[in-house]
């Protein structure tokens, strides 16, 4: 079974029009939680991370992700996205139990922003 | 910013052969590397952790006889398909976590893609 979730896998939209990217995952104890990011042609990069503290954490270029412990998800938001934004995006799960780096990835989105 | 790399990007090799594919961490040392394999349309699937001087310790299903790991220096680490079939075909891809930024930090290469015929 898919131990993390995401829930669309291709996303249309406009620039400036707001993005949300659903992450959820099935692990029950502590979690580390990451967004990463591919754009066309080139390497996976971190957008943020989320280890403790405040459940809303703010990455680079405008994005932010809320930690929902009780709804086990992670989304990804950006208020109003650019063409720039067009890439794949990647969630994925640390678990507290396994070794540091071993993470465990969703399937990824693919976001397409128009002009 | 931190850079790896990988070597070759693609490779195309015959059913039966061994290729080898290389992680190189430019601007850092990286005590940890990390393979991954990525199917069409599918996530990152973590094969092993290499550690700098130790053996890799591989995720439960992956074959470490068929996948060798040699993390022989704390900018490289290699991954060899051994007797490579059809089924072996995908895009590989390494990540390094630098020594001195803590192990939650990996930087990604740009993947291999290996296609066997």
């Known amino acids: 079974a898919q131990s993390v979730s995401q829930h669309n896998h291709h996303v249309i939209l406009s620039e400036a029009a707001s993005l949300e990217l659903g992450c959820n995952y099935s692990y029950g104890g502590t979690v580390n939680l990451f967004w990463y990011v591919q754009y066309p042609g080139q390497h996976l990069q971190l957008l943020l991370k989320?280890?403790?503290?405040?459940?809303l954490v703010k990455g680079i270029k405008g994005f932010e992700a809320e930690f929902i412990k009780s709804k086990f998800s992670f989304n990804l938001r950006k208020p109003s996205v650019q063409w720039s934004d067009t890439a794949e995006y990647f969630c994925?799960?640390?678990?507290?139990?396994?070794?540091?780096?071993?993470?465990?990835f969703g399937a990824g989105t693919q976001v397409v922003v128009t002009p | 910013g931190a850079v790896v790399s990988q070597h070759p990007s693609r490779v195309i090799c015959k059913s039966g052969t061994s290729v080898k594919i290389e992680c190189r961490s430019l601007?850092?040392?990286?005590?940890?590397m990390f393979w991954y394999r990525q199917f069409p349309k599918q996530s990152l699937m973590l094969m092993a952790t290499?550690?700098?001087?130790?053996?890799?310790?591989?995720e439960q299903g992956v074959e470490k006889d068929k996948f060798l790991i040699n993390h022989a220096s704390l900018t490289l680490s290699t991954l060899t398909v051994t007797s490579a079939h059809p089924e072996d075909s995908s895009f590989y891809i390494c990540?390094?976590?630098?020594?001195?930024?803590?192990?939650?930090?990996?930087?990604f290469g740009p993947g291999t893609r290996l296609t066997v015929l």
């Open positions: 989320y280890f403790s503290g405040d459940p």
């Open positions: 601007d850092f040392q990286a005590t940890t």
């Open positions: 990540s390094a976590s630098p020594t001195s930024g803590g192990a939650d930090t990996q930087y």
């Open positions: 290499s550690n700098e001087g130790s053996k890799a310790t591989y």
């Open positions: 994925a799960v640390r678990r507290s139990t396994d070794s540091w780096g071993k993470l465990q």
